[in-house]
């Protein structure tokens, strides 16, 4: 899971919260299935599990995690194959709103843990104290702008 840091969750953790999220209120709300995974809210509900916490939960393995993100996914084709009023809706587009902040959380993530710099980043902020994933002279590559604090 790597290290504790009090600014970004584990890698694990968010990929399987956002799925949670998806099947939470698309799947279980509004439709009333029940839980795919019966301990998931124990594991993904960041209203209940700490942030603290995060790291040491019995989460699945990535192949785990994988499979419930495509089971979530599979479930809603199926719903949104049938057809989905207007409040149904809301949720999934609440849930793809969730999952795009989430994909700027691991974006975060990636930079800060990694420390790593870009192109884009200021040569004033680089040091050589961080270690950089992609060497400066790296046009070619753009992760977005350094997050780490400067």
């Known amino acids: 899971m790597g290290p504790y840091l009090a600014v970004v969750n584990p890698v694990l953790w968010e990929i399987g919260h ?6 939470y209120w698309t799947l279980r709300h509004a439709a009333g299935h029940t839980p795919l995974i019966e301990r998931c809210d124990r594991l993904w509900d960041s209203s209940a599990v700490p942030h603290a916490t995060r790291w040491h939960l019995d989460l699945p393995d990535r192949t785990g995690t994988r499979g419930y993100m495509a089971d979530v996914l599979a479930r809603q084709q199926q719903m949104l194959g ?5 409040a149904t809706c809301y949720f999934y587009d609440l849930s793809v709103r969730h999952e795009d902040m989430h994909v700027e959380a691991l974006t975060y993530m990636r930079q800060k843990v990694l420390r790593g710099g870009c192109w884009a980043t200021s040569a004033r902020i680089a040091r ?3 270690r950089n994933f992609f060497t400066l002279d790296r046009s070619d590559v753009f992760a977005g702008f350094r997050t780490c604090a400067m």
């Not at 049938?82 to 207007?86: E, K, L």
């Open 18 to 23: 956002v799925a949670w999220f998806h099947e």
């Open 82 to 86: 049938r057809g989905v009023d207007d």
């Open 128 to 130: 050589p104290a961080y």
